[in-house]
């Protein structure tokens, strides 16, 4: 008797934890959203300011890896993508190599 007591004062601390998290979790959600509604307000792209800060969070090399990815990919489709090889479609880095052939 005393383990299920115990046991189910345990599984009410985790749960209260968690619930507890999920508000901070929601509420952070909001300041972001905040922050982003503020971004657009001083005349920011936010679709590219999201992609910039999930960029900034990786490392050179996983950037430079994704650029030349998009590049082949975006090369690999180039006759059904109308101007691929515009500045707005390119996300390759100067310096990133074309293709990932060597792999």
Same mark, same amino acid.
């Given at each position: %008797? ?8 345990? *599984?009410?601390?985790?749960? =209260?934890?968690?619930?507890?998290? =999920?508000?901070?979790?929601?509420? *952070?959600? &909001? ?6 509604? =503020? ?9 590219? !300011? ?16 994704? &650029?030349? *990815?998009?590049? *082949?990919? !975006?090369?690999? !489709? ?8 515009? @500045? =707005?479609?390119?996300?390759?880095? @100067?310096?990133?190599?074309?293709? %990932?052939?060597?792999?």
């Amino acid at each position: %008797m005393t383990s299920t007591s115990f046991a189910h004062g345990q *599984l009410r601390a985790i749960i =209260e934890r968690i619930e507890r998290l =999920e508000e901070e979790k929601a509420a *952070l959600t &909001a300041d972001i959203r905040e922050v982003y509604a =503020e971004a657009k307000g001083n005349g920011f792209d936010v679709k590219v !300011l999201r992609k910039v800060v999930r960029l900034h969070g990786q490392d050179r090399a996983e950037r430079d890896e994704e &650029a030349a *990815l998009i590049d *082949l990919y !975006l090369h690999a !489709l180039e006759g059904s993508l109308p101007e691929a090889s515009s @500045p =707005e479609t390119s996300t390759a880095q @100067p310096g990133a190599p074309d293709n %990932m052939a060597s792999d």
